[in-house]
């Protein structure tokens, strides 16, 4: 029987970049229904889907454009990218890429969006000039990279490579790894904390969040999780990680490096990110749902049904 990549991945622990918070109260999550060949744009007010725009190839990975008008979405069996007008609600167009394109991000002012192929040693660099994008170039980075994340200044890109256990940091307009890092067993997504001089990967097999000095170029201490941490998201001090296998988010403090709590939510989180309101939105791959949780009271706030397999693997929030 066919082993989707999808499921390879969650069987194997892939997890992308999550954001940290958006600037601003969310309106929308744009959430990659995988298992539903769909991306789906929820009104987290109304609390309800609102709009399905069919996506084939299983689409997973997600990126937005800096006005938040395109989303980028990673098309696993499809072998490529899918581009989404998400306020028209359709398919601009699709990008044909070979390998196991799954982790994205877009560099935040705009023109190039990185896609990670976890089954090689490469990220693959795409340009946008007139609106249209188009494959420009690889850069070489660890084994397996999954999660990818860009400086507010697009110069520098952090790659959690799967298989190597480690950190690539890439000189963005160079295109070439200048540092790797070592981390926990099995990164796989990667936030950036760029106000503090910091990152943080999940590390699913070794049940832990490294903490990266980003200024040293080094791993400065671990923190504990649930079993098969994936993607982290920050907010209000604190860190929030999703814990696939146990059904919950782990919550530690960003100046201690200490575990706060473990919030229960669905059924294998996934996806997570935070906007500028506290709230903390978590896709829930296994019961097809999204929790919304509040940051400081660490309470579910409230559950939203999604369509089939949603995984939001980036940034996801409008």
């Known amino acids: 029987m ?17 954001s940290a918070a958006h600037a601003e109260p969310a309106r929308e999550a744009v959430v990659t229904a995988q298992l539903g060949g ?25 990126a937005l454009s800096s006005d938040r008008k395109r989303a980028y979405v990673t098309r696993p069996e499809g072998h490529g990218l899918a581009v989404i007008d998400l306020d028209a609600g359709r398919v601009l167009s699709e990008v044909p890429l070979p390998g196991g394109p799954l982790g994205i991000a877009a560099d ?6 990185y896609v990670a192929d976890w089954y090689g040693h490469r990220l693959f660099v795409l340009s946008e000039c007139d609106g249209t994008l188009t494959p420009d170039g690889e850069i070489v980075v660890g084994a397996s990279p999954s999660g990818i994340a860009v400086s507010p200044d697009g110069a520098t890109l952090y790659v959690a490579n799967r298989e190597a256990d480690t950190v690539s940091v890439v000189d963005a307009e160079a295109r070439r ?3 790797v890092i070592p981390v926990g067993q099995h990164p796989f997504g990667i936030t950036l904390d760029a106000p503090a001089g910091r990152a943080y990967t999940a590390n699913v ?23 098969r941490p994936y993607v982290i998201a920050l907010s209000g001090g604190r860190g929030f990680v999703t814990d696939q296998y146990a059904g919950s988010i782990t919550a530690f403090d960003l100046a201690t490096l200490k575990p706060i709590d473990d919030i229960d939510v669905g059924d294998h989180p996934e996806g997570i990110a935070a906007d500028g309101a ?20 660490l309470k579910v706030l409230k559950t939203i049904p999604t369509g089939n397999g949603p995984r939001s693997f980036g940034t996801f929030l409008r």
């Open 177 to 179: 790894e200048t540092k």
């Open 108 to 113: 935040p002012r705009g023109g190039r969006v």
């Open 38 to 62: 769909a991306v789906e744009i929820v009104d987290l007010a109304a609390g309800t889907v609102v709009r399905r725009i069919p996506v084939d190839g299983a689409p997973a990975g997600i």
């Open 278 to 297: 506290g709230r903390i939105y978590v896709a829930n791959w296994g019961d097809n749902t999204l929790s919304v949780l509040d940051a400081q009271t």
């Open 205 to 227: 097999t070794s049940d832990d969040v490294s903490v990266i000095d980003l200024a040293a170029g080094r791993e400065i201490g671990r923190i504990p999780t649930g079993r």
């Open 2 to 18: 066919k082993l989707r990549l999808g499921q390879a991945a969650r069987a194997a622990g892939l997890v992308l970049i999550a």
